[in-house]
């Protein structure tokens, strides 16, 4: 099994953590800046976005679409709560994770440079990533994991979208955005290795991003 991954994006990385939370050997397979564009890739995946998995020549891509084959493919140990109710709140913290924390993200991440910064967008981008990170902190449980007493795809989703939280809002003065629940979730999940390892290969290919943008 192959991961054709980039580790500084947020939809490799959530399945990197469920990789190493289920401990599936995969084999994680760099693409470069722009490698995802090339016709060799379109083959595998025609949308040309990363991740796509490899699954002895079953090519898969979409993050969601791959979690949930790895859950199937992979039942033990479960990422997916049994209760109905509890994975219900599951998909619905995936899904503020996935749209409503990184689309305004993705838009914040554009108006980094100063020089370039639109003001407004840079509002209406606060405004939106506020408004999630209130309803996160509604849903939250505010302990070690998102929901209950271990780790589910949630968490997965979660701690790369809050890692570009922290580390995207101090460059507009932001640097409190979380909430009391989020925060100490945040800091208590990086105690799971698995997530902290994770945190750490963001970190480190953001660093490498942004010694090349200087």
């Known amino acids: 099994m192959k991961l054709y991954n980039a580790d500084l994006s947020p939809y490799a990385s959530r399945v990197r953590m469920q990789l190493y939370l289920k401990g599936i050997k995969a084999e994680l397979v760099a693409v470069a800046a722009g490698g995802s564009h090339t016709a060799e890739y379109a083959k595998m995946n025609p949308l040309e976005k990363i991740p796509t998995l490899d699954d002895g020549g079953f090519y898969l891509p979409e993050s969601s679409a791959i979690m949930e084959y790895l859950e199937d493919t992979h039942p033990t140990?479960?990422?997916?709560?049994?209760?109905?109710?509890?994975r219900a709140k599951m998909r619905v913290l995936f899904n503020i994770a996935d749209q409503y924390l990184l689309t305004p993200l993705f838009e914040l991440f554009e108006q980094a440079n100063p020089a370039t910064r639109?003001?407004?967008?840079?509002?209406?981008?606060?405004?939106?990533?506020?408004?999630?990170?209130?309803?996160?902190?509604?849903?939250?449980?505010?302990?070690?994991?998102?929901q209950g007493s271990s780790a589910t795809l949630a968490d997965c989703a979660l701690v790369p979208a809050l890692f570009f939280v922290g580390a995207i809002g101090p460059f507009f003065g932001q640097s409190n955005l979380m909430g009391p629940k989020v925060k100490a979730y945040y800091t208590a999940i990086q105690t799971d290795p698995h997530a902290a390892k994770v945190v750490q290969e963001l970190g480190t290919a953001l660093a490498d991003y942004m010694k090349q943008g200087a």
Do not use: M
């Open 77 to 86: 140990p479960s990422l997916r709560p049994t209760d109905a109710k509890e």
């Open 118 to 146: 639109d003001a407004k967008k840079v509002d209406a981008g606060i405004t939106d990533l506020s408004k999630a990170l209130g309803a996160l902190e509604h849903f939250v449980s505010g302990g070690k994991y998102a």
